[in-house]
Structure formats: C-alpha cells, structure tokens
C-alpha cells in the first residue's frame, strides 16, 4: 500500500518541526555521506548531521524514524511531458505530479509541446497556476524556442524567462535552421538561460521509426542513423562557441555526440548534456517483436552506444539524468510501429533504473544523485537539490537495495507505456517530502 499524504493547498499553513532520525545522510553538492539525522522547521532543513538529536529529539517534533535508509535531496526531474494543456487524457499536471512524488522527485521542468504551446506568458502563468491548485510536488515550465515549434519565428525568451521559465526549448522537434538556433543562443546570453535542443536532423531521421542497424534490417523497419543526432550536436557546440549561449543536449543518445560534447567541455564551451534511462539501460533489441512501447525519439541504441552513455556519466560529459517522461494512451501506441507514438513514461522507473548504474558499479552513489539534484538545480538556477540548513525541505528517503518488480498496472501516471513492465529492479522511494510536507509514503 502507498500513499498520497498531501492534496494541493496553496493557503496550508506550514507543516511543523520534523525530525528525521536514524538516516543515511547523502548530500552531492557537499559530498556528505555519513549516519545522522535531519531537522525540517516549516518548509526549510533547519539542520542536520551525525551529532543532531545524539540525546534524543526535542518535546513537540514529530519523529520519523528513517530505520538507516538513504535520506538525500528529492530528486529533479528537468525533462517531462505533463500533456497540460491539451492532451489531457494522457496526463495532468496532478496525475503527473502523483507520479513524481511516487518516484522520490520533488521538482520537474514540464516541456512546452502541449496544446497550446507554452511560447506566451499567459502559458507560463497557467502552469505556474495549475501547479499550485493541483500538484503535489514543483512544477517549472520550460518555454518553447520558437512560436508554435514551428522553427522560424524565436518567442519573447526575455519575457518568458522574467514570466518564470525556467529554460526553452522546442523539445519533440528540433530547432533545424542554423540561423534560428544561432538567434537563440544569442538572445539567451543576455539573460543567461539555457537552450536545450531536441538533436535531430529531421532530413537524415527522414521517415525512420527505430535505429538504423541491423535490428531495422531484420525488422524491415526504416532507420534513424546516429549522424541524425551528432550532426546537429556538432553545429550546435560550433554556434555555443560563437555566440556564448548555454547550449543543453537533450535525451543523448549516440557515442559520437556524447564524444562531442565531452570535446566541448574540454574546450571550456558552456555545453551540458542529460541522457535518459531508457538509453543507458536499454539497446535496441528491447524493440523485440515491433514493441512499440519500445518506441521514442530519439530511438533506443545500439549497444555500443548504449555503453557511450553509461562513460558519458561515468566521465561527466552527461551533466544530468532526466526522464524524457512521455505519456502516451492506448490509442496512441496500440499501431503499426512505423505510426505508434514516440515516448515512454518515466518517473516512477527513474530511481531504480538510475540506481542500476551504482548497482552495476559504474558510478558512485553521490555521483548517480548529483546527476538528478544538484546539477540540474544548478542547470535551471533553483534553489533546490542539497541538503543545507536554510535550504527548502524537499527531500526522498529511499531503500538503497530493496528488490522489487517494475509493474506498470501500479503506476500513479495516467498513462502506462514503459518498455521496463516487469523488470526486476533494486532500490524504492519510501517517501518523498515537498517543503517539508510528506506527499508521499510507501508503506509496503
Ligand atoms: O519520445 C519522445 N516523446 N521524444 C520526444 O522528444 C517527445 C516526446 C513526446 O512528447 O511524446
């Protein structure tokens, strides 16, 4: 059994004092990993370490005993599809946000591919608003680069961003013109804000539905090659370095961009990078028998671009862990493969399967956390993913080793398309805290 232990309530009064006791304190932006307890007064960590609570918690706080479990920042998710406005019946910013808190994230960046698309500031209002009525956990939107995702026209960057956009990008599409992408790295250094781009050269993918390889060889299926992503990784550091914009690759997902970006950062260019989970624990023989549930883009991998992925974390030229979480109805993806919709859901699998990387002994635990708390906090410039006093209290305890069997039939996403249905995984949210209120406990 689980539970959902906060409803959205802008006009709550702050929760009260909260002791965690008997926790695995893991902090990546201070690099503290050590057996302590953490204090929560109000909506911030009022303090915490190896010493506090030594003798007992003080009269009038409310005790919860982690039972040694991993106590560390919620996680942040900077790569989601809510579906809201629009498409509704996939998903919601609450039934989203549900899933979040599920999944130990406390803070998601929603992309602006919805209906209407969030390239206006009453789109960005409307988030922000429909954040604070009906989600559990926060909710920041990231404003589109051009108006409409048509490619062409830039949006008003510098009012969006004052409007509370958090970053932009024309995610789902790419921005293709050179023209267009080098306008927008250049608007964005004036204010400093990130521009992620969906890498895709939509000529080379052309009518392609899967990798290109010899899995699409055998399934008759056209393919997408790796150049259709490095291609437009490569001119894209090329327009960062000539303009000095920020420059983030969303969803990596081939060896020689992820070399491309490991290049730029050498060189001192302001790139970063985020792959999704699917990427680094899937290939493309997942597809199997035309799964189309194994369908997004960019498409799952061959192996050894799989294995790309998982050095790009290990090396730090993959800054982030996000999901790319992108519900899909029935309707959408019961088809032909060459027609099913692109994407999967992704935030109650992003633990666990980011966990398979420390599991698996390719990263350490505070490097698997730094990629989805304290990096993308900095990424997006909020205030969020450490544990500090003063900091806000959003945080998730997590069973470090607990076995257990992805189940898509117990997901809280209104949409249920993950490739990852039974697979048997190692780690579990217990519960997720949003300024220092409980929204979430596990208690199975
Ligand atoms: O697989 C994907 N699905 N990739 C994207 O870039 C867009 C997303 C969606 O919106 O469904």
Known sequence: MSEFLAQPAPQAPPPGRVAYVNARLLDPASGRDEKGALLTDGRKIADLGPRLFNDGAPEGVEVVDCGGHCLAPGLIDMHVHLREPGHEHKETLATGSAAAAAGGV???????????????????????????????????????????????????????????????????????????????????????????????????SACGCMNEGETATRLGLAGIPNASESIIVERDIRLAEITGGRYHVAHISTAEAVDAVRRAKARGLPVTAEAAPHHFALNDSAIGDYLTFAK??????????????????????????????????????????????????????????????????????????????????????????????????????????????????????????????????????????????TVFRRDD
């Open 296 to 437: 997004m883009a960019p498409p799952l991998r061959d192996e050894d671009s799989r294995r790309a992925v998982v050095e790009g974390l290990k090396d730090g030229a993959i800054d982030v862990i996000a999901t790319d979480h992108a519900p899909h109805d029935q309707d959408s993806k019961r088809l032909p493969f060459a027609q099913a919709a692109n994407g999967i859901v992704g935030l109650e699998t992003l633990l666990p399967l980011a966990l398979e990387l420390y599991h698996n002994r390719h990263m350490a635990l505070l490097d698997v956390l730094a990629a989805m708390t304290a990096r993308p906090a900095a990424l997006l410039g909020l205030d969020v993913g450490r544990l500090a006093k003063g900091a806000p209290a959003d945080l998730v305890l997590f069973d470090l080793d607990r076995p257990w069997r992805i189940d898509v039939d117990r997901f809280h996403s209104k949409s249920r398309n993950s490739p990852f249905d039974g697979r048997p995984v190692q780690g579990h949210a217990l519960r997720t805290v949003v300024g220092g209120r």
């Open 106 to 204: 406390t803070t998601m960046a929603c992309m602006p591919n919805t209906n209407p698309v969030i390239d206006d500031i009453a789109l960005v209002h409307f988030i922000e608003r429909r954040a604070r009525e009906t989600a559990i956990v926060r909710i920041h939107a990231i404003a589109a680069i051009t108006k409409g995702l048509g490619g062409v026209e830039l949006t008003e960057m510098g009012m969006l961003a004052e409007a509370g956009a958090v970053g932009f990008s024309d995610d789902g599409l790419p921005v293709s013109s050179s023209l267009v992408m080098r306008r927008a790295l250049s608007y964005a250094t004036t204010f400093g804000a990130l521009v992620i781009q969906h890498a895709e050269d939509p000529t080379l």
